[in-house]
Structures are given as C-alpha cells and as structure tokens.
C-alpha cells in the first residue's frame, strides 16, 4: 500500500471488511465504485492525508473484503460502514464516494444522520426510479445506456463470461468513460482486473447492482439531508444533478468540465482541492 498507511481488517455487521488508513485529522472516509477497489484513491490519499484522518474501505464483496451472499443493499452496506466508523471510535465522520461508493456515502447520511458531519458524492449518486428508465437500444454507435446495469442483473452468467477475461471488461470500461485513459497504468489496471477476475468477485460486485430495486425503494422513506453535501460530475454531471436535486437541504454542485468518470484518477488534483476546501470549511 502507499507510504504511511497501514492494511487493516474488521468484523462489523457480520462482515469483514479491509481497510486502509493513514493520516491526521478530522476523519474522512472513502467508498470507492465499481470496478475498483481501494487503490482507486492512490492519488488523492496521500495529499488528503495531510489535513484528514483518511480511511478508505474496500465494500463489502470488494477487493480484500469479503463477499457473502447478501446484504449488497446500500442500506446494508452503510451500516456495515457505520459499524466500522463506531469500531475506530469515531462518534461522527465525513465520509465520500464515487459510483457504488457515492450510494453508499448517500445511504450512510441518511441512515446514520448523527455519525455524518459533511458527504460528498460523484458520478452519480444514490438511485433512484429515474434509474428504471436508462435506454438500452443504441441510436447509431452511441451507447445511449450503462448496459452493463442490465448485465450485472443477469445471475450466473457474467461470471461464466468474464471469469479469467476481466482485463478486458476493465480496459474496455476504462476507454468508454475516461477522458483521459492514459491516467490508468498498465499496474492497475492488472490491479483491478486481479480483483475482479474470480467468480466469485463477480457475483458479489453484481450483487450492489442486484440490489437497485430495493434501494430505490429505501430510498423513497428517506428524509432531506440535513447536513452539508457536496455533488461532483465529470461526464455525468447531468446524472449527478438529477439524481441529487432537492435530496439535501445545503447542497452545493461543482462540474469538472471535460472530465471523464473517473474523477479520483483522472483528475485528482482538482478532486483534492474540492474535498478539502468543503471538508475543511
């Protein structure tokens, strides 16, 4: 791992989970999205470190936690994150997410209001029914729709299809929705591909998109945020804003024009420069 950091594991939630931490300061956790794990915060952990306590979690069914059966819920899976928030002796913390991680920084807010100081969350947000209605016919070459929502709902078969080939799922992902795919080394790419390329990494990375149904439905008896949130968009900024309008009382959007989705690796100085001035205010 990186240079004054340290691996962790812990049971919480009937789960164990891995994480890595290092700094000082005000806690900060981080979620990260699919398909990565933590090493997706390799570029802005060391600089947020300098003002935070940084504690970045590999999800449940991610990387070196483990992957049971169930409980990808994002519900769930913020509680596991609570659990382990409270197991480091943290009353309350800020916390961050992209992708999967952004609907689990969502669900950890409005679940766990009084352990949340500040949330940011980007590319997209938390689901909601809006997701339901994602096209899936291309219009000429443009793929109007995430057709991999659809495939990670498939059970049983994207294992058989991509146990031992993730490299090339990851490669192909990465050149759709980066802008800039050089920001992505050859090692982690094999990082990422070595993590998702078991079985069972693919069932249980599935399971969080398995689980959209019941978030949306979670999602529908949750209150305003009360707390300060911050919504960050690259390419899908216009996801970011539809899906997180009107769901916090002291909301604040920035765009990074030209962007791709992968913010924490493409565009890590402007990432940290956001987290801090909002964390730190």
């Avoid at 931490?21 to 806690?27: A, D, L, R, S, V």
């Avoid at 090339?168 to 802008?179: G, P, V």
Wanted: glycine share 8%; charged share 25%; aromatic share 12%.
């Amino acid at each position: 791992m990186l240079e004054g950091f340290r691996d962790e594991t812990a049971e919480v939630n009937g789960v164990r989970l891995h994480y890595v931490i290092g700094g000082e300061g005000e806690p900060i956790v981080l979620c990260p999205g699919w398909p990565r794990t933590v090493w997706q915060f390799h570029k802005v952990m060391p600089k947020l470190a300098e003002n935070f306590r940084v504690i970045a979690v590999d999800l449940r069914g991610m990387g070196e936690s483990e992957k049971p059966a169930g409980g990808y819920d994002k519900k769930t899976m913020a509680r596991d994150i609570f659990e382990l928030v409270r197991h480091l002796g943290y009353e309350s913390v800020n916390i961050a997410g992209e992708d999967i991680g952004s609907m689990v920084a969502f669900s950890f807010a409005a679940n766990h209001p009084e352990a949340t100081r500040k949330v940011a969350l980007w590319e997209p947000g938390h689901p909601t029914e809006a997701f339901l209605d994602f096209p899936l016919i291309p219009q000429g070459d443009k793929i109007n729709g995430p057709f991999w929502f659809s495939l990670n709902h498939v059970k049983e078969l994207p294992e058989r299809l991509l146990e031992g080939r993730y490299r090339t799922f990851i490669d192909w992902l990465i050149d759709y929705q980066a802008k800039d795919p050089g920001a992505f080394s050859e090692a982690t790419r094999e990082i990422y591909a070595a993590a998702y390329n078991s079985a069972d990494a693919i069932r249980a990375s599935n399971g969080w998109y398995q689980a959209f149904t019941q978030d949306i439905a979670d999602a529908e008896k949750y209150p305003v945020l009360p707390m300060p949130v911050l919504a960050i968009g690259g390419i899908y900024y216009a996801a970011v804003r539809m899906l997180t309008e009107g769901k916090a009382a002291d909301l604040r959007f920035v765009e990074f024009p030209d962007a791709g989705h992968y913010l924490a690796e493409e565009r890590p100085d402007d990432l940290v420069r956001e987290l801090t001035g909002f964390f730190m205010a």
